[in-house]
């Protein structure tokens, strides 16, 4: 594969990630949009490190990897509270939890 096809499809799948975090209000579709935005990036460094003949794409990748498990975690968590409180997982509510 060629270096243009994966950064085509980086973007695109960085596109369709960015539209699910503006477009969406429920909490867990927006973090699967993070996600998608995430592995976006994985797909680029990787391609760059396999253009380049060196191992230092995948190692960013796995890091990347990392901070989205602890991400998810921690959204997970406050998307449960949220539902806890309110009932809902519609991030509209979320500003109604001040105070």
């Known amino acids: 594969m060629y270096l243009n096809e994966m950064l085509l499809l980086g973007a695109v799948l960085f596109c369709i990630g960015v539209y699910g975090v503006l477009a969406r209000r429920n909490g867990v579709l927006v973090l699967m ?9 994985n797909i ?5 490190g396999a253009f380049h003949g060196t191992v230092t794409g995948q190692i960013f990748a796995l890091f990347v990897i990392t901070v989205a498990a ?14 806890r409180n ?14």
Request: hydrophobic residues 60%; proline residues 0%; negative net charge.
């Open 33 to 41: 949009s993070i996600e998608l935005i995430l592995n976006a990036v």
């Open 44 to 48: 680029n460094l990787v391609a760059f």
């Open 70 to 83: 602890a991400e998810v975690g921690v959204g997970l968590a406050i998307v449960l509270l949220l539902y």
């Open 86 to 99: 309110r009932r809902s997982i519609d991030l509209d509510q979320v500003d109604l939890m001040k105070g």
